[in-house]
């Protein structure tokens, strides 16, 4: 960046220094311009821990490294350009350089300015509790007891429980599933219905009715009244 300054300078001209040489003159202003924003780029640092505030920091830094700079730009002059070295010269530049300066901090500062924290929110499905599931699931048969549970289906008297390995019938109140399931990650979104946390893909709402859909292509109703806790596990 301060390179880029420099060339620009040099290309621009300014102070009367379009006088003099093209190859001298960008020379004269990427010297200047480096070694004045590293003098800077120090000072910045060391400040940092003391003056918190990044635009009273630039208006310290760049007061604080004028007369530094004005003397390399002194001595950049008298090495390139044979120019007079002494005090009154010095004073007239101190002038010239400290807007400059002050221009190129602030160009830094904005530059490297630190992005405002962004905090971002996921709704993270934790695997169930040890044994969660253990109680419901020693009602089921052999075949589907180590299976991945989907959803609970109420019908009356019995229920139809769901799994990756197919649909079973048990006969077993739906309260007194709930209760086998009070551990287990998942929510009941209906007066008929609960669902494993884990397997629900998506929700939509339509015409104020719910419905899950759940892996395999099954869909649940979701009932408004029991719609809390889909919303803040963050599906809608």
């Known amino acids: 960046m301060l390179v880029a300054i420099g060339v620009l300078l040099g290309f621009l001209g300014p102070f009367d220094s379009d006088s003099a040489p093209a190859v001298q003159r960008y020379l004269y202003w990427t010297i200047c311009l480096v070694g004045c924003g590293l003098i800077g780029v120090a000072a910045d640092d060391l400040l940092s821990r003391v003056v918190t505030v990044t635009w009273r ?71 169930p509790l040890p044994d969660a599931e253990a ?61 494993a946390a884990e397997a629900v893909e998506a929700v939509r709402w339509r015409r104020g009715a719910g419905e899950a859909q759940l892996v395999g292509g099954l869909k649940v109703p979701v009932s408004r009244s029991y719609s809390a806790v889909l919303k803040q596990a963050g599906w809608f």
């Open 57 to 127: 920091r630039v208006a310290l830094v760049s007061l604080l490294i004028t007369p530094p700079g004005t003397l390399l730009v002194l001595a950049t002059q008298k090495l390139l350009m044979g120019q007079a070295f002494g005090w009154t010269v010095f004073l007239d530049l101190l002038w010239q350089v400290w807007p400059i300066v002050l221009a190129v901090m602030a160009v830094r500062a904005l530059v490297w300015r630190r992005r405002p924290t962004r905090i971002e929110t996921r709704t993270v499905i934790a695997p």
């Open 135 to 195: 109680v419901f699931r020693r009602r089921l048969s052999a075949r589907r007891r180590g299976a991945r549970l989907i959803a609970i289906e109420a019908h009356d008297h019995y229920l139809k429980v769901h799994t990756d390995a197919g649909e079973e019938l048990i006969t077993l109140r739906f309260a007194d599933a709930l209760e086998d399931l009070a551990q287990a990650h998942g929510w009941r979104v209906h007066r008929s219905w609960w669902v």
